[in-house]
């Protein structure tokens, strides 16, 4: 054999050895017991805590209305609102129950004689109440951005019966009537808030 060969030969026999000596010892005191899994129930991490959407319960007197597509989207507008505004999914329910008592979640413009002043979009918002222009506030994102913008001015909005919160940025002449769609709005959170 030739030298060169012979060199070459044995210098992978030795990688070979080494690596062996410093592999061998790690490998020997590997667990080799064999790994068996036990099924684990899916956690979903992302999806809202009912504790948190309705933290004082559920109010009695609920009411429930079947919503379709462009109600379903004006829910999904606001969440995502709600998100790019920076807060929880409290906030969410809190909007959409104030939207589901305000306008059924519809997106209303000028209603004519039966019309609450100049109120319009899905929280009946009033132009001349200084929410915006009707272009904005009939806009899902711009009317949500400005609801949040009144609850985040509330003290203490959080620990508020949602009702309270809902009242207190919308002074509405019917003050307790948001608290009948607080289970209807913590649902439609839990179902889309990863949606």
Do not use: C
Not at 31 to 36: A, F, G, I, Q
Not at 50 to 57: A, D, E, I, W
Not at 119 to 140: A, K, N
Not at 142 to 161: C, E, H, I, N, R
């Amino acid at each position: 054999m030739n030298t060169m060969l012979r060199k070459s030969v044995l210098g992978v026999a030795g990688l070979a050895f080494t690596g062996g000596l410093f592999a061998g010892p790690v490998a020997a005191h590997a667990d080799t017991t064999p790994v068996t899994s036990n099924p684990v129930a899916a956690v979903q991490a992302d999806k809202p805590d009912t504790s948190k959407l309705l933290p004082h319960g559920v109010p009695s007197n609920q009411s429930h209305v079947d919503l379709n597509d462009e109600q379903i989207d004006n829910v999904k507008a606001i969440i995502a609102a709600t998100k790019k505004a920076g807060m929880d999914e409290r906030a969410a329910v809190v909007s959409i129950a104030t939207a589901l008592q305000e306008s059924k979640l519809e997106n209303l413009g000028h209603l004519g004689d039966r019309n609450d002043h100049d109120s319009q979009g899905l929280f009946q918002q009033r132009p001349s109440s200084g929410w915006g222009t009707v272009e904005q506030i009939t806009d899902p994102e711009y009317s949500t951005l400005a609801f949040l913008k009144g609850l985040k001015q509330v003290d203490g909005w959080q620990d508020m019966p949602l009702t309270q919160a809902a009242q207190t940025v919308q002074v509405s002449a019917y003050p307790d009537h948001y608290a009948q769609w607080e289970q209807q709005a913590a649902d439609l959170v839990a179902q889309h808030w990863t949606s």
